[in-house]
């Protein structure tokens, strides 16, 4: 029996090929996803970059804080999303940013470039119009002057005096069919 476990424990020239190759695809897989990871990563590093170039904008002013998130979502491709509709991608290679909108049957490029300065100008430039275009609808929403309004002493007032007032009427149809008499 001792022989046999040695025989079987010999290695053969076509069992190391096999598991010399096998050791081969293991590293350069280990190698492929180290890369892959050193990618995501990247982009990721450079996403955060502009958005730390964007929140000091988004917090100085409350009407900002209320339409955009910055908020930065992990994944393949991680996005900086801007506000609901919009969002920053590395794409196509991981040093370019491309400033994507969403439309309702399409996706709308509006900027890509390698130039970190440039997305950043042309996203505050986004945010601007579109905080321009909110003011705009608000102000079309408000009404154009002081809209006229009830006090309480003057609804009391007019339910007292309907009060009163029917009563005065049933009073005088009490009369008129003569079921009170003079």
Known sequence: MGALVLARSASTPERDGLAGALREARRAE????????????????????????????????????????????????PKLWIDLISFVV????????????????????????????????????????LMVARERQSAALAPAGPQPGYSSASLILSWVSGFAFGALALLGLAIYLGFLKR
């Open 90 to 129: 590395m794409e196509p290679d991981p040093r370019s940013y491309r400033f994507l909108q969403h439309r309702q049957d399409r996706r709308e490029i509006l900027l890509e470039t390698a130039d970190r300065e440039l997305m950043a100008t042309a996203i505050r430039r986004h945010m601007a119009h």
């Open 30 to 77: 280990a190698a492929h996803f180290e890369a892959t990871l050193e990618l995501r990563d990247s982009k990721s590093l450079r996403l955060q970059l502009l958005k730390d170039d964007l929140l000091p904008l988004v917090e100085s002013a409350p009407e900002a804080r209320e339409l955009f998130d910055l908020a930065l979502v992990p994944g393949e491709p």
